[in-house]
């Protein structure tokens, strides 16, 4: 801190020894420990109070930092669709694909004459088909048996 050792001290000590006089003295060292101690409370009290400004700025950080993507996907909305046709659009497809759906599950679950129905309706005539992908057979993929290791005979000594 100040660095001042034991040498540095003794000769503080003996100039307050000549300047206050040996019967002020314990009362002069009294006056300076509680101002030196009133110093350091005040020190740290400053520093508690500048770590809890700084924990209040950093919570007020993360708070921001939450709510700005809520404010950006507002915004966004708010850019791209402002009178609201696109959602009402968007929520008329869902719900039919979800009708579609609904039936089509029915159509499975259910009686097999009504399957065919529900897959004439749904299926639409200009979509064109995906191409068909080739699979390999059974006796292809069937892995080769491992060759027989041959024996070799160890040498004989005579």
Do not use: C, H
């Not at 030196?36 to 005040?42: E, H």
């Not at 708070?63 to 968007?90: H, Y």
């Not at 004439?120 to 699979?135: G, I, K, L, Q, W």
């Amino acid at each position: 801190m100040l660095d001042i050792g034991w040498f540095e001290m003794a000769v503080i000590g003996g100039l307050l020894l000549i300047v206050v006089g040996p019967k002020d003295l314990p009362r002069v060292l009294r006056t300076v420990g509680i101002w030196t101690g009133k110093a350091r409370k005040l020190a740290r009290d400053f520093q508690r109070t500048l770590d809890d400004y700084a924990k209040d700025a950093d919570l007020e950080g993360v708070k921001n930092a939450v709510q700005t993507p809520m404010k950006a996907k507002k915004a966004m909305a708010s850019a791209l669709d402002p009178t609201g046709a696109l959602k009402k659009e968007l929520t008329g497809v869902d719900s039919d694909l979800r009708k579609n759906l609904k039936e089509t599950s029915e159509a499975v679950k259910g009686k097999p004459e009504d399957a065919g129905k529900a897959d004439d309706a749904s299926v639409d005539p200009t979509t064109p088909e995906p191409p068909a992908v080739a699979t390999p057979s059974a006796s292809a993929m069937k892995q080769p048996a491992p060759a027989e290791k041959p024996k070799v005979e160890a040498p004989s000594t005579s």
